[in-house]
């Protein structure tokens, strides 16, 4: 079943490889110049397989991940932090609007956008330093706060989101191509849409940090309160010549999983792409719904594999080693209660969970009980936000590497 999973695993990451998905998107050559630019943590891979099948010149930068960079010879790729932001990021941030600046109607920009830009495409709106974005980043991270309303916080934070980023390339074409790693991939959220059109306003920025209890910094919070300048809005005729295409999900890559399942005699049911809320709850959620299926009789309840992505949460109480999807299995296996013949595995399909090493965990019936052989407390460890140590001990993790791409969480759960 470990096989099995880590199988799914590795199936859904390869389906959203930008080596393969890439290449079929580009546009044809402009008249006058080519530009890329891009920021998150599948930006290096996808610049790659931009020059790999480029027929002319081209330049650029793109900014990506600590670790997650690839041997481009003409686009530039600066590594940054993530998921607080550093002077790297804002530092390539500047360039990139240089990039940008002064095109023409004849020149090209491709915009290579992923998972992790907002923070690592960090340019603070004026009047606001590095240090403010770091701390606001810091605050919205440990509240709980769905990755759509982080980002509206931090479009209206900054100078280059938000659909910003465009403006600086206007009068030159903006194809922007999207590896979604959100709920819904709207391609506003992703990254915080530097060259997209925004639809969300200052007013709902200051709304979710007053329902969030963000009170610092305060050079943030009185920059929400005073700023008049919106952010480009859909119809804005300075992006009417613009193209974005969003080129892998969340749900590419769980199809793919599902058709290797079928393979192997699973049949498989898709809980969803999008699926949202605090990791222990999801948890809960499917735990109760595997028992369901258990306790039924259906003739569905063996020999399937249940399938979800999306972006859980976690609103941060404990001082443990945690990951979102570490939270997620360790609840889940808390509400199996040792379910016989349930496995399960999640993982974050850039190859980080969090801020550890591991893409993710991996647990079967017996995991309770060897937590408690061990010396480990389940239910304490959670409310710790300290999963992390329990799949660390019982050798449980799973390690990826870095995989140059980010569809964000993949969740399976085999019923055998």
Same mark, same amino acid.
């Given at each position: ?6 199988d ?7 389906a959203a490889d930008p080596?393969?998905i890439v ?18 943590k599948a ?24 670790g997650h ?14 998921p607080?932001?550093d002077?790297a990021g ?10 940008v ?5 004849d ?18 709106a004026e009047?606001?330093s590095l240090a403010?974005k770091?701390?606001?980043n ?9 990755i ?15 659909g910003?980023?465009?403006l600086?390339?206007?009068? &030159? ?10 709920p819904?991939d ?5 990254a915080?849409g ?18 969030y209890?963000?009170?610092?910094p305060? &050079? ?6 005073r700023a ?7 119809g804005?005729?300075?992006l ?5 295409k ?9 199809e ?6 079928q393979a192997?005699?699973f049949?498989?049911?898709?809980l969803?792409?999008a ?7 999801v ?9 369901e299926?258990?306790?039924s009789?259906s003739?569905?309840r063996?020999?399937c ?9 976690v609103t941060?109480?404990?001082q443990?080693k ?10 889940? &296996? ?7 013949g ?22 079967g ?8 052989v061990a010396?480990?407390?389940p239910?304490q460890l959670?409310?710790d ?7 660390e ?8 590497g ?7 969480d993949?969740?399976a759960?085999?019923i055998?």
């Open positions: 079943m470990r096989q099995l999973l880590e799914m695993f590795r199936a859904a990451i390869a080596a393969v290449p079929r998107h580009l546009p044809p050559p402009p008249r006058g110049r080519t530009i890329v630019i891009g920021a998150g930006a290096a891979s996808m610049a790659l397989a931009v020059e790999n099948n480029w027929p002319g010149d081209l330049s650029g930068l793109v900014v990506t991940r600590y960079g690839a041997p481009c010879q003409r686009i530039e790729v600066v590594e940054a932090s993530h607080v932001p002077a804002q530092a390539a941030a500047g360039r990139i609007l240089d990039c600046r002064g095109l023409t109607e020149d090209l920009v491709i915009c290579l956008i992923s998972g992790g830009g907002s923070a690592l495409l960090s340019w603070p009047g606001l403010d770091q701390a606001i810091k605050a919205l991270l440990h509240s709980g706060a769905p759509g309303e982080m980002n509206i916080v931090r479009k209206h934070l900054s100078a280059i989101k938000g910003r980023l465009a600086a390339a206007f009068p &030159a074409r903006v194809v922007t191509l999207i590896i979604s790693d959100v819904g709207d391609p506003s959220v992703v915080s530097p060259t997209v059109a925004d639809a969300s306003t200052f007013a709902q920025a200051r709304e979710i940090l007053q329902r209890g963000i009170t610092q305060h &050079a943030a919070v009185e920059f929400l309160e008049q300048q919106e952010t480009p809005k859909p804005d005729p300075r009417a010549n613009n193209e974005v969003v080129i892998a999900t969340a749900r590419n890559s769980i793919a999983a599902g058709l290797l399942a192997r005699g049949s498989p049911i898709i969803g792409g699926i949202e809320g605090e990791a222990r709850q948890g809960r959620d499917h735990g109760a719904r595997v028992l299926m258990l306790g009789g003739t569905k063996k020999s594999v249940l399938l979800s992505g999306g972006e859980t949460t941060v109480r404990g443990g945690g990951g979102r999807n570490a939270e997620y299995l360790l609840s889940l &296996a808390i509400a199996l209660k040792g379910a016989q349930v496995f399960a595995l999640a993982g974050d399909t850039d190859g980080i969970d969090g801020s550890e090493k591991n893409a993710g965990a991996i647990i019936p017996d995991t309770i009980a060897r937590s408690l010396g480990l407390n239910v959670l409310a936000n300290n999963a992390y140590t329990i799949f001990n019982l050798n449980d993790l799973v390690f990826t870095a995989t140059l791409t980010n569809v964000n993949f969740r759960i085999v055998n």
